[in-house]
């Protein structure tokens, strides 16, 4: 995170909210976040914007066998590192 601190002076509050969504939503599995990066206009404008990450919340079983509901990206989902859990009727 030390790279976004000389980002820019005059996006200190936009950076700043960018650091605590990062924390709130992270694949449970590989740690996939948001990032940072710049939209870039016709006439050539870099202004700052946020890449989410594509997150699901899923009933997973984890490891030790217990049943949770977790964020997974859907990366994860696809290449089958998480087992879903069963619905009991």
Known sequence: MAYLCGYAIGYSLFLYSVIIYKTMAKC??????????????????RNPRLFKANLHRVKAVLKDGTV???YVCTKCLKAG????AVKSS
């Open 68 to 70: 949770k509901r977790i």
């Open 28 to 45: 449970y599995v590989c740690g996939k976040t948001s990032k940072v990066g710049r939209s870039v206009t016709f006439s050539g404008e």
């Open 81 to 84: 590192k998480v087992v879903k």
